[in-house]
């Protein structure tokens, strides 16, 4: 058999491997083998081969025979809800949060740290979760070894094979191989990764269908980026920097960017970029400044976020050419904090938007909204979990 081949085999067993414990999940001690090859067309052999492959596994177990509608009596099955459940961790520059979720994305219960973390030391950041996750478990009542295991999600370039932080600007780290600090403490595995493209992974899972779908996460604040989710995966690209688009060339005669090139996205966009532009009209600290002028009527500060929705218009249109999705999900500060901003974009983008992929995509708001990086990071770590722990026969 040809290693392509014997790959895509693997590949679609891990796929059933994971859409029947969903399954099984969704339909918690009503559900049987038979119900389950009805449901997902594939053979009996097939569903019972992996069925017994989750039951060795610990993930779920029978349950006593219940009785399934005429005299007949069926095994049903049912999850193990303790073995089931991750750990989603979201480090921001001001604050950590943490908290259990479930297969299906729930919060089941958090904690968060204020602390300004690009003051401090990872060594002092790992502990600081590490107090979080064992605060949550003691809560919950449930052993540490128990959960899959913990995904977090930070800002900068990751490399998320070696749970390495590269780069992170906000945190002001470089090169520190922050997964193992918390490895070291823990008898769980850590996934590292960018925050946007765990967000981009939890906000995906929230639509019918993301496993089908490929979702572009936009989003617009201190910086500006975004993040593909292709079918349930991240799309990464060779360093996992795909997606960075703060730094792509929007004017070569444009300003000067802090990367020192001229005209990068990000001069165009981000709350320091409008900063920037206001502050030649009067002295402005806050962003939510130029928005109070607008709502005041003063046409320098409407210009000012009409130019910034106009750029956001522009981006789409070029990340919808980049990626033909089926849906973007625009996010960050300036949408979030600012109601108007997004209706904004979506009436700039008729005028923006190649007529080929008019109507071929939704437009949409983040819909778990501060959760969503907790929700990825978790879904992150049951995924890889799922790929890697669950042997295959
Ligand atoms: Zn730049």
């Given at each position: 058999?040809?290693?392509?081949?014997?790959?895509?085999?693997?590949?679609?067993?891990?796929?059933?491997?994971?859409?029947?414990?969903?399954?099984?999940?969704?339909?918690?001690?009503?559900?049987?083998?038979?119900?389950?090859?009805?449901?997902?067309?594939?053979?009996?052999?097939?569903?019972?081969?992996?069925?017994?492959?989750?039951?060795?596994?610990?993930?779920?177990?029978?349950?006593?025979?219940?009785?399934?509608?005429?005299?007949?009596?069926?095994?049903?099955?049912?999850?193990?809800?303790?073995?089931?459940?991750a750990?989603g961790?979201?480090?921001?520059?001001?604050?950590?949060?943490?908290?259990?979720v479930?297969?299906?994305g729930?919060?089941?219960?958090?904690?968060?740290?204020?602390?300004?973390?690009?003051?401090?030391?990872?060594?002092?950041?790992?502990?600081?979760?590490?107090?979080?996750?064992?605060?949550?478990?003691?809560?919950?009542?449930?052993?540490?070894?128990?959960?899959?295991?913990?995904g977090?999600?930070?800002?900068?370039?990751?490399?998320?094979?070696?749970?390495?932080?590269?780069?992170?600007?906000?945190?002001?780290?470089?090169?520190?191989?922050?997964?193992?600090?918390?490895?070291?403490?823990?008898?769980?595995?850590?996934?590292?990764?960018?925050?946007?493209?765990v967000?981009?992974l939890g906000?995906?899972s929230?639509?019918?269908?993301?496993?089908?779908?490929?979702?572009?996460?936009?989003?617009?604040?201190?910086?500006?980026?975004?993040?593909?989710?292709?079918?349930?995966?991240?799309?990464?690209?060779?360093?996992?920097?795909?997606?960075?688009?703060?730094?792509?060339?929007?004017?070569?005669?444009?300003?000067?960017?802090?990367?020192?090139?001229?005209?990068?996205?990000?001069?165009?966009?981000?709350?320091?970029?409008?900063?920037?532009?206001?502050?030649?009209?009067?002295?402005?600290?806050?962003?939510?400044?130029?928005?109070?002028?607008?709502?005041?009527?003063?046409?320098?500060?409407?210009?000012?976020?009409?130019?910034?929705?106009?750029?956001?218009?522009?981006?789409?249109?070029?990340?919808?050419?980049?990626?033909?999705?089926?849906?973007?999900?625009?996010?960050?500060?300036?949408?979030?904090?600012?109601?108007?901003?997004?209706?904004?974009?979506?009436?700039?983008?008729?005028?923006?938007?190649?007529?080929?992929?008019?109507?071929?995509?939704?437009?949409?708001?983040?819909?778990?909204?501060?959760?969503?990086?907790?929700i990825g990071a978790a879904k992150l770590v049951l995924q890889?979990?799922?790929?890697?722990?669950?042997?295959?026969?």
């Amino acid at each position: 058999m040809g290693d392509r081949l014997k790959h895509d085999q693997e590949f679609i067993k891990k796929k059933n491997q994971i859409l029947i414990l969903e399954i099984i999940q969704k339909n918690n001690r009503r559900i049987s083998r038979a119900d389950i090859a009805k449901m997902t067309k594939m053979s009996p052999a097939s569903v019972g081969r992996i069925v017994n492959t989750l039951i060795e596994t610990g993930l779920i177990k029978e349950t006593d025979q219940q009785s399934s509608g005429v005299g007949r009596k069926a095994t049903m099955l049912e999850c193990d809800v303790q073995s089931l459940l991750a750990i989603g961790v979201e480090v921001d520059r001001n604050v950590i949060k943490a908290a259990i979720v479930d297969l299906d994305g729930r919060i089941i219960t958090e904690a968060e740290k204020k602390a300004d973390n690009s003051a401090n030391c990872p060594e002092t950041v790992a502990s600081r979760i590490i107090d979080l996750i064992r605060q949550l478990a003691d809560g919950q009542k449930v052993e540490l070894n128990k959960f899959i295991g913990i995904g977090i999600g930070i800002p900068g370039i990751i490399n998320p094979d070696t749970g390495e932080v590269i780069i992170s600007a906000q945190l002001k780290w470089k090169n520190e191989r922050f997964a193992s600090l918390i490895e070291d403490k823990l008898p769980l595995p850590v996934v590292l990764d960018n925050d946007l493209k765990v967000k981009a992974l939890g906000e995906s899972s929230y639509w019918p269908k993301s496993d089908e779908t490929k979702t572009v996460l936009v989003s617009v604040g201190s910086g500006v980026g975004s993040a593909l989710v292709d079918e349930g995966e991240i799309y990464r690209g060779a360093n996992n920097i795909a997606g960075e688009i703060g730094h792509s060339t929007v004017n070569p005669d444009g300003m000067l960017c802090e990367c020192g090139k001229r005209g990068c996205l990000q001069t165009y966009i981000t709350d320091l970029s409008l900063l920037q532009e206001a502050n030649q009209v009067r002295p402005v600290h806050h962003v939510e400044d130029i928005f109070e002028a607008m709502r005041n009527g003063e046409t320098w500060a409407y210009n000012i976020i009409e130019r910034a929705c106009t750029y956001i218009a522009v981006t789409i249109n070029n990340v919808v050419c980049t990626y033909n999705p089926d849906r973007i999900i625009l996010t960050g500060n300036f949408i979030e904090h600012h109601s108007d901003t997004f209706e904004m974009v979506r009436a700039k983008m008729k005028d923006f938007i190649w007529e080929p992929f008019s109507g071929t995509f939704d437009l949409s708001r983040s819909k778990l909204g501060e959760n969503s990086v907790r929700i990825g990071a978790a879904k992150l770590v049951l995924q890889q979990r799922l790929k890697q722990g669950l042997p295959l026969d």
